[in-house]
């Protein structure tokens, strides 16, 4: 536990007590109760144990409704300023926040670094990956809008086809990529006309307040609304009032059932979800070992394990079982677990701060029915930090087959027949991705042809991955509702309208006169340049 005073200069923060809440593009001062926030890194202060680094505002039922108020008015039916502005208009709005966002780049990643434990190259790649990705969204609008320009006929019928917003999106990212995966779906969702009530997640809040003036500064108001505070006192009374049009939530399916349960219009309710998930590696007997272990270990341990995409469990055929157990646990146990501006940490303190006790009880019932621990540093812990477990021999008695860890515990399983493997997938009640390790380009083909129907990517050595972000992410089964990717996102949070009308000689007069005057948003042949 390093000392306070011994923390380096360019990781340090002030305390952070956020007293400020943004609704209906007014910094309000909350004058309620505040939620403490306590970081899963420790130090020293005045010779006691302390890791409370900020609070922020723990709102009420009332002060939520506002903010669904101040959505729901701004969007007004699809009438409000927002979703009826011109592509243009709002391209360039999304424009200002982002260089107002780049401003606060260092504010963010330091909060990243205290609130989640990300070390600084991750948190510095979160940063970036998601200016990367505004921007990307930014031209993959243009290029839909420009594709949407022109008029089509068919049948004697003139029509033009865009894609329009859909209306209030509540917008709830996880902890493990708590800026990044929040807008992931957030920009799309506002680029897109649709306005905007944002909650971050439980851990990885304190972050977004450097963000607050950037919103406010950016947006017509009421557009873009952020609410604290616990899911059951703010984020039921949303769902219950039936206005929420998109609930877009990246994070359990038990939580995700919960708030779709909640809205009393099913049939009004799109979701945009991103859920468990329990990606497998399957390493053949032909493998690379060497390139396997490394790809496994980023793929299993980046991050401790806290990501969806993160491979959960590793099966490997027999005859490459010892050598790919050995050498794997040996990476592992080589792996440095450090503060998150260590540069030489690769793992971190865990954020959730009862997950030691639990993934020790995954080990432990594994343990109970056979599992062997093959690192010696598996499973050391000191307050939130846990050093990765590699347990062999397991098999489907053991809860560590089934569930999702999200942490640091690998579990190896051992084949003779590769049906093994894909009995496991067919049988699973996730579908996200899953990694082949093998050199055989026959025995490669016929598992993709298998698992493209399981799964909705195949990595083909290589670990999983949800980037590049232009690619589709999404999943089968309890993984996904809904695809996003750069592209996808725009059009799951909008849909499809046109205008169209007989192709007679008044219409066409009065369409020219529209379009000539501009006088529409919606119907004209502007070209976005
Ligand atoms: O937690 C799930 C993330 O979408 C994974 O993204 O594969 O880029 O780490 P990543």
């Given at each position: 536990?390093?000392?306070f005073?011994?923390?380096p200069?360019?990781?340090?923060?002030?305390f952070?007590?956020q007293?400020?809440?943004l609704v209906?593009?007014?910094?309000h001062d909350?004058q309620g109760?505040?939620?403490?926030v306590f970081?899963?890194?420790?130090?020293i202060k005045n010779?006691?144990p302390d890791?409370?680094i900020?609070s922020?505002?723990?709102m009420?039922?009332?002060?939520?409704l506002?903010?669904l108020?101040s959505a729901?008015?701004?969007?007004d039916?699809?009438?409000?300023v927002?979703p009826?502005?011109t592509?243009a208009?709002?391209?360039?709005?999304?424009?200002?926040?982002v260089?107002l966002m780049?401003?606060q780049?260092?504010?963010?990643v330091r909060l990243?670094m205290w609130e989640?434990?990300k070390?600084?190259?991750d948190s510095?790649?979160?940063?970036?990956r998601t200016i990367?990705?505004?921007?990307d969204?930014i031209?993959a609008?243009?290029?839909m809008?420009?594709d949407?320009s022109?008029l089509?006929i068919?049948q004697n019928?003139?029509a033009?086809i865009?894609?329009?917003?859909?209306?209030?999106?509540l917008c709830?990212?996880?902890f493990?990529?708590?800026l990044?995966?929040?807008?992931?779906?957030?920009?799309?969702?506002?680029?897109m006309?649709?306005t905007?009530?944002?909650?971050?997640p439980?851990?990885?809040v304190?972050?977004?307040s450097?963000?607050?003036?950037?919103?406010?500064?950016?947006?017509p108001?009421g557009?873009v609304?952020?609410v604290?505070?616990d899911?059951q006192?703010?984020i039921a009374p949303?769902m219950?009032s039936g206005?929420?049009?998109?609930?877009?939530f990246i994070g359990s399916?038990?939580v995700?059932?919960?708030?779709k349960?909640?809205?009393?219009f099913?049939?009004?309710?799109?979701s945009?979800?991103?859920?468990?998930?329990?990606?497998?590696?399957i390493i053949?007997?032909?493998?690379?070992?060497?390139?396997t272990?490394?790809?496994?270990i980023?793929?299993?341990l980046?991050?401790?394990?806290?990501r969806c995409?993160a491979l959960?469990?590793?099966f490997?055929?027999?005859?490459?079982?010892d050598?790919?157990?050995?050498?794997f646990s040996?990476?592992?146990?080589?792996l440095v677990?450090g503060l998150?501006?260590?540069?030489?940490?690769?793992l971190?303190p865990?954020?959730e701060?009862?997950?030691p006790?639990?993934?020790s009880?995954?080990?432990?019932?594994?343990s109970q029915k056979?599992?062997v621990i093959?690192n010696?540093?598996?499973?050391a812990k000191?307050?939130?930090?846990?050093?990765?477990v590699?347990?062999?021999?397991?098999?489907?008695?053991?809860?560590i087959?089934?569930?999702?860890q999200?942490?640091?515990?690998?579990?190896i399983?051992?084949?003779?027949d590769?049906t093994?493997?894909l009995?496991?997938?067919?049988?699973?009640?996730?579908?996200?991705q899953a990694?082949?390790?093998?050199?055989?380009?026959m025995e490669?083909?016929s598992l993709?042809?298998?698992?493209?129907?399981?799964?909705?990517?195949?990595?083909?050595?290589?670990?999983c991955?949800?980037?590049p972000?232009v690619f589709?992410?999404?999943?089968?089964k309890?993984?996904a509702?809904g695809t996003l990717?750069?592209?996808?996102a725009?059009?799951v949070f909008?849909?499809?309208?046109m205008?169209a009308?007989?192709d007679s000689d008044?219409?066409?007069?009065i369409l020219s006169d529209?379009?000539?005057?501009?006088?529409?948003?919606?119907l004209t042949?502007?070209?976005i340049?």
């Amino acid at each position: 536990m390093p000392l306070f005073e011994s923390i380096p200069e360019n990781a340090s923060i002030p305390f952070v007590k956020q007293t400020q809440y943004l609704v209906n593009g007014e910094l309000h001062d909350w004058q309620g109760a505040f939620e403490q926030v306590f970081s899963p890194v420790f130090t020293i202060k005045n010779g006691t144990p302390d890791n409370l680094i900020g609070s922020y505002p723990l709102m009420d039922k009332e002060t939520a409704l506002s903010a669904l108020n101040s959505a729901v008015v701004a969007y007004d039916h699809g009438q409000g300023v927002w979703p009826k502005m011109t592509v243009a208009k709002r391209i360039q709005h999304m424009e200002t926040f982002v260089s107002l966002m780049k401003e606060q780049r260092e504010s963010v990643v330091r909060l990243l670094m205290w609130e989640i434990a990300k070390t600084r190259r991750d948190s510095e790649k979160e940063f970036d990956r998601t200016i990367e990705y505004i921007a990307d969204t930014i031209e993959a609008l243009k290029n839909m809008d420009r594709d949407a320009s022109r008029l089509t006929i068919r049948q004697n019928i003139i029509a033009q086809i865009k894609r329009a917003p859909l209306g209030v999106v509540l917008c709830m990212g996880p902890f493990n990529y708590p800026l990044n995966e929040t807008f992931t779906t957030l920009i799309p969702a506002l680029i897109m006309g649709n306005t905007i009530i944002f909650k971050p997640p439980k851990l990885g809040v304190l972050l977004h307040s450097p963000l607050l003036n950037a919103f406010r500064d950016s947006f017509p108001k009421g557009v873009v609304n952020i609410v604290y505070g616990d899911g059951q006192q703010v984020i039921a009374p949303l769902m219950e009032s039936g206005k929420i049009n998109v609930l877009a939530f990246i994070g359990s399916s038990r939580v995700a059932d919960i708030l779709k349960k909640q809205h009393p219009f099913p049939h009004l309710l799109k979701s945009v979800l991103g859920l468990e998930a329990k990606n497998p590696a399957i390493i053949l007997h032909d493998a690379d070992i060497d390139l396997t272990v490394k790809e496994c270990i980023t793929g299993s341990l980046s991050f401790n394990g806290q990501r969806c995409t993160a491979l959960k469990i590793l099966f490997v055929h027999e005859n490459v079982y010892d050598e790919f157990v050995s050498k794997f646990s040996k990476a592992v146990d080589d792996l440095v677990l450090g503060l998150p501006w260590d540069e030489k940490a690769d793992l971190t303190p865990l954020p959730e701060q009862d997950k030691p006790i639990w993934l020790s009880g995954l080990v432990e019932d594994a343990s109970q029915k056979g599992a062997v621990i093959c690192n010696s540093n598996g499973g050391a812990k000191s307050e939130t930090a846990f050093f990765p477990v590699v347990l062999s021999n397991v098999n489907a008695q053991m809860r560590i087959y089934h569930e999702e860890q999200f942490g640091p515990v690998v579990p190896i399983v051992k084949f003779a027949d590769v049906t093994e493997p894909l009995e496991y997938v067919i049988k699973s009640k996730f579908g996200q991705q899953a990694s082949i390790f093998g050199e055989d380009p026959m025995e490669i083909s016929s598992l993709v042809d298998t698992l493209v129907n399981q799964v909705c990517r195949v990595n083909i050595n290589a670990q999983c991955q949800r980037g590049p972000d232009v690619f589709p992410f999404t999943g089968r089964k309890d993984s996904a509702e809904g695809t996003l990717s750069v592209s996808d996102a725009l059009r799951v949070f909008s849909i499809r309208s046109m205008v169209a009308m007989k192709d007679s000689d008044s219409n066409k007069k009065i369409l020219s006169d529209i379009l000539n005057s501009k006088s529409s948003n919606f119907l004209t042949t502007d070209y976005i340049l």
